[in-house]
């Protein structure tokens, strides 16, 4: 079994500052992880993910994440937070050892105060 | 540019009756998804197809269904639509299953009433 927990369900920050979200996982297997953003309205849109090589992944927009095994946590954060960055970001797990399952979490709504 | 489109964007429909929401992609990806999108649930997955005639039930496949005759579509039919279908309806693709990036289409919102 998997499951995904992301720790805020909303996180304010003011422009500039720096953006923690939060992520935790569980996974029998060795998981993919992934981080994606949706504005509103919009379709999902991969940011990064990681797939068992660097444990810290860049992805766009500034957006990077750290896979650490031992806290079983994959955090996504930016240096410096800026208006577009407000969405809503989902990290999802998936299993690569064959079975076929995706688990996303239940969302991080980001919202960057002027 | 490729791109996975969906139709109609926004549909409000009836208890009772039947609805399909269409999902189209131009990848020419393997692997296609349908998920529904409610608050407090994240994305949950409906159904997931490989290739053309394969099809897979994921966590929340009741009441729904998938066919897929080519490559490029997956349509998503509520056989008998209900209130608790009401929700934001995602289709995605990806290249390869599961491990690597999904495209994801701009949403189908379905009222239920």
């Known amino acids: 079994a998997q499951s995904v927990t992301q720790l805020d369900s909303h996180v304010s920050v003011s422009e500039g500052t720096p953006v923690l979200l939060r992520c935790n996982y569980s996974?029998?297997?060795?998981?993919?992880l992934f981080w994606y953003v949706q504005h509103p309205n919009k379709g999902l849109q991969l940011l990064l993910k990681?797939?068992?090589?660097?444990?810290l992944v860049k992805g766009i927009n500034g957006f990077e994440a750290e896979f650490k095994k031992s806290e079983t946590s994959f955090h996504l954060t930016k240096p410096s937070a800026h208006m577009s960055d407000a969405a809503e970001y989902f990290c999802?797990?998936?299993?690569?050892?064959?079975?076929?399952?995706?688990?996303f979490g239940t969302g991080t709504k980001l919202q960057v105060i002027p | 540019d490729a791109e996975i489109t969906q139709s109609p964007r926004h549909k409000i429909t009836e208890t009772g009756r039947q609805v399909t929401l269409a999902c189209h992609q131009t990848?020419?990806?393997?692997?296609m998804f349908w998920y529904r999108q409610d608050l407090g649930h994240g994305l949950r997955l409906i159904h997931y197809?490989?290739?053309?005639?394969?099809?897979n039930k994921g966590e929340v496949s009741d009441g729904y269904s998938v066919s897929r005759s080519n490559t490029e579509d997956l349509p998503l039919t509520l056989e008998s639509a209900a209130s608790s279908q009401t929700s934001v309806y995602f289709c995605?693709?990806?290249?390869?299953?599961?491990?690597?990036?999904?495209?994801f289409g701009p949403g189908t919102r379905l009222l239920v009433l």
């Open positions: 995605a693709s990806s290249e390869t299953p599961w491990a690597e990036t999904q495209y």
């Open positions: 990681y797939t068992s090589a660097a444990t």
């Open positions: 197809s490989y290739g053309v005639q394969d099809t």
């Open positions: 990848w020419n990806h393997n692997n």
């Open positions: 996974s029998s297997y060795s998981p993919s």
């Open positions: 999802v797990v998936t299993l690569s050892g064959g079975y076929q399952k995706v688990t």
